[in-house]
Antibody, heavy 124, light 110 residues
Framework: QLHLQESGPGLVNPSETLSLTCAVS??????????WGWIRQPPGKGLECIGT???????YYNPSVESRVTTSMDTSRNQFSLTLSSVTAADTAVYYC????????????????WGKGTTVTVSS | EVVLTQSPGTLSLSPGERATLSCRAS???????LAWYQQKPGQAPRLLIY???SRATGIPDRFSGSGSGTDFTLTISKLEPEDFAVYYC???????????FGGGTKVEIK
């Protein structure tokens, strides 16, 4: 059974760079059937998908963070990562990683497996 | 960008009652590419429904989805105590993610 586990620093200073990793077990991230995504949820608010990455390396980002975000994959460790630069208090959130389906025509679909999330607080 | 508007914001019901949640899209969603997720406090979202009406693996049949075009509905036929949670809709099904979520509907115990 596929399992996703986020890890991160917990606390980040304003203006610094946030780095998060999602370790995947029970299946390979190097598959064309799935993409891998990052979703965040500020305290008491809704869900925002901020970035996705496909095994080919294609990444797509939410316009709200596009200038500050990068996603990457480490197939040797079976994990993928998110970096978010120049963070502010508005980036304080629970960050989830998730697996999404990709069709044969490379259409991205719903996310069926999620990690438990990691809390990130931006504060000095 | 597709904007999803969920209503009501909060639904106060008793166990055993029927819950009807709405998700309206700002433009037609092709091929009913609409998913519903359930989120309980302190937990990650869980996929309930995809393709507007298909239940995900392990989801009880008291959960059903319907709709097409711009109007979609999640129905919980008889609320169980574990169903009190926040529900989000999300569109998908294009070559270019990420996809937006609706603002959520909280189903609370009356």
């Amino acid at each position: 059974q596929l399992h996703l586990q986020e890890s991160g620093p917990g606390l980040v200073n304003p203006s610094e760079t946030l780095s998060l990793t999602c370790a995947v077990s029970g299946g390979s991230i190097s598959t064309g059937r799935y993409y891998w995504g990052w979703i965040r949820q500020p305290p008491g608010k809704g869900l925002e998908c901020i970035g996705t990455i496909y095994f080919s390396g294609n990444s797509y980002y939410n316009p709200s963070v596009e200038s500050r975000v990068t996603t990457s994959m480490d197939t040797s460790r079976n994990q993928f990562s998110l970096t978010l630069s120049s963070v502010t208090a508005a980036d304080t959130a629970v960050y989830y990683c998730a697996r999404g389906l990709v069709t044969e025509s490379y259409y991205y679909h719903y996310m069926d497996i999620w990690g438990k999330g990691t809390t990130v607080t931006v504060s000095s | 960008e597709v904007v999803l508007t969920q209503s009501p914001g909060t639904l106060s019901l008793s166990p055993g009652e029927r819950a009807t949640l709405s998700c309206r899209a700002s433009q037609t969603i092709g091929t009913s590419y609409l998913a519903w997720y359930q989120q309980k406090p302190g937990q990650a979202p869980r996929l309930l429904i995809y393709g507007a009406s298909s239940r995900a693996t392990g989801i009880p049949d008291r959960f059903s989805g319907s709709g097409s075009g711009t109007d979609f509905t999640l129905t919980i036929s008889k609320l169980e105590p574990e169903d009190f949670a926040v529900y989000y809709c999300q569109h998908y099904g294009t070559p270019r993610p990420p996809f937006t979520f609706g603002g959520g509907t909280k189903v609370e115990i009356k």
